[in-house]
T-cell receptor, first 116, second 117 residues
Framework: AQKVTQAQTEISVVEKEDVTLDCVYE???????LFWYKQPPSGELVFLIR??????QNEISGRYSWNFQKSTSSFNFTITASQVVDSAVYFC?????????????FGKGTRLSVIA | DTGVSQDPRHKITKRGQNVTFRCDPI?????LYWYRQTLGQGPEFLTY????????KSRLLSDRFSAERPKGSFSTLEIQRTEQGDSAMYLC???????????????FGPGTRLTVL
């Protein structure tokens, strides 16, 4: 069974602080993709990153970085020097490839509030 | 570059009425997905198409829900005899799959917010 758990429901930080959003997943597939999406107050889901199960290299994109660890089934997301515009709900998602389950399975999301 | 579009953006209806939503995917995308999102939850998968073929529909919430993609381009999601519990955001996403493209990167539309009174 596929499952994505985002244990942090809400996080508040002061602008310029670093913040890490946790994501833990469950899958029986050996080949899968992990994703992060951002949902700002406007409501539209914005794609941030995709990582496949064969690539455990950490990735950095500007102020964003992702830490993928298969050993702990985690795919955590860190925002460095947070800004007010980062305030949104962030979703982690899983897509299995071997079993053909390409639809995304989402976690419940973490609401991030960045306070000026 | 045109993204995924959905129409209408908002729909208010009375219980028992039928509603239909439309999704226009990114033009070169062959896969189209429907999800439902309720307050405080992540999107929940409903059904998806590859071209005009509906590959998975067992997750549709009840037999009141149906979806079509007759020409492999736009898709419609219909809810018959709406109930208050159907109130939610209905999201459409599209992706390019097949050949060397296995990334399953899905791009989402703005959603249709349904309120059933």
């Amino acid at each position: 069974a596929q499952k994505v758990t985002q244990a942090q429901t809400e996080i508040s930080v002061v602008e310029k602080e670093d913040v890490t959003l946790d994501c833990v997943y469950e899958t029986r597939d050996t080949t899968y993709y992990l994703f992060w999406y951002k949902q700002p107050p406007s409501g539209e889901l914005v794609f941030l990153i995709r990582r496949n199960s064969f690539d455990e290299q950490n990735e950095i994109s500007g102020r964003y970085s992702w830490n993928f660890q298969k050993s702990t089934s985690s795919f955590n997301f860190t925002i460095t020097a947070s800004q007010v515009v980062d305030s949104a709900v962030y979703f982690c998602a899983l897509s299995e490839i071997n079993s053909g389950n390409t639809p995304l399975v989402f976690g419940k999301g973490t609401r991030l509030s960045v306070i000026a | 570059d045109t993204g995924v579009s959905q129409d209408p953006r908002h729909k208010i209806t009375k219980r028992g009425q039928n509603v239909t939503f439309r999704c226009d995917p990114i033009s070169e995308h062959n896969r189209l997905y429907w999800y439902r999102q309720t307050l405080g939850q992540g999107p929940e998968f409903l059904t998806y198409f590859q071209n005009e073929a509906q590959l998975e529909k067992s997750r549709l919430l009840s037999d009141r829900f149906s979806a079509e993609r007759p020409k492999g381009s736009f898709s419609t999601l219909e809810i018959q005899r709406t109930e208050q519990g159907d109130s939610a955001m209905y999201l459409c996403a599209s992706s390019l799959a097949g050949g060397l493209s296995l990334t399953n990167e899905q791009f989402f539309g703005p959603g249709t917010r349904l309120t059933v009174l």
